[in-house]
């Protein structure tokens, strides 16, 4: 499945490649910014089986172009194995993981 | 993980599967802000960058701090005393970025952030950091 954006009122809903890296940054970077504040992004993860830690970089700066602290994120449908990556880079603490 | 560009130098690799992913974290924040300096494409907001910079030394500190305290680590004022600066220095020069009165003052701040954040990064994982991983690995603290 590759990567794929939809827009319905102020949530936006993406849903990410088997492979979040690199090679999607751009398409990250413009499916996640220009939003107004009141939105939402669901990040479903479900084809998700291998990250490094440059998406790691790109869901920060997410966090951070959508409201820091007050962003609305939620991070969904996680395998185990990526889910255990998400707890070491201690991601648990800075976002809401499903 | 996938393959991918290279982003902390492998002589950091401390064998500490949270440690390492977390300085790789802040290698891969150093490097947008280069890539951001660097007027490459799709670049980020200087100041975004910051901001994601802020929270995530704070939240991996807090995560060292945190090991050093449950282990008992004898060293941890001393290695509190490490990050103290990097936030001090850092937050100085993140005042400036924001007090600055043009674009390219703005670009030239970012520029020694950045400068800063490597060789603080450099010689804390080097060594301070080098020294902690080996005494959590031997507790057996992941
Ligand atoms: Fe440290």
Redesign the pocket.
């Given at each position: 499945m590759a990567f794929s954006v939809s827009k319905e009122g102020d949530r936006v809903t993406i849903r990410l490649p088997e492979v979040f890296g690199f090679s999607v940054r751009s398409d990250f970077k413009k499916a996640t910014t220009g939003h107004s504040t009141s939105t939402s992004f669901f990040l479903d993860f479900r084809d998700v089986t291998r990250m490094d830690s440059s998406a790691l970089g790109m869901l920060l700066l997410l966090r951070e172009t959508s409201g820091g602290f007050y962003a609305d994120i939620t991070i969904a449908n996680v395998r185990p194995d990526i889910r255990k990556l998400l707890q070491l880079a201690n991601f648990h603490t800075l976002f809401k993981i499903q | 993980m996938t393959e991918q560009e290279c982003y902390m130098p492998e002589k950091f690799i401390l064998q500490h599967p949270a440690?390492d992913m977390q300085h790789e974290v802040l290698f891969v924040l150093y490097n947008e802000l280069l890539h951001t300096l660097q007027s490459c494409e799709d670049e980020y907001d200087l100041a975004d960058i910051f901001l994601g910079l802020n929270v995530y030394v704070v939240s991996?500190?807090q995560f060292?701090e945190d090991a050093m305290l449950a282990s008992g680590y004898d060293e941890r004022e001393k290695?509190m005393e490490?990050?103290s600066q990097l936030r001090l220095g850092v937050g100085a020069l993140h005042a400036r970025f924001l007090a600055a009165s043009s674009r390219e003052e703005a670009r030239e701040v970012a520029q020694a952030i950045a400068d800063f954040l490597l060789e603080w990064l450099e010689n804390?994982?080097a060594k301070?950091?080098r020294r902690?991983t080996q005494y959590l690995l031997e507790q057996s603290v992941q």
């Open positions: - | 440690i991996h500190f060292e290695h490490g990050h804390h994982i301070v950091d902690l």
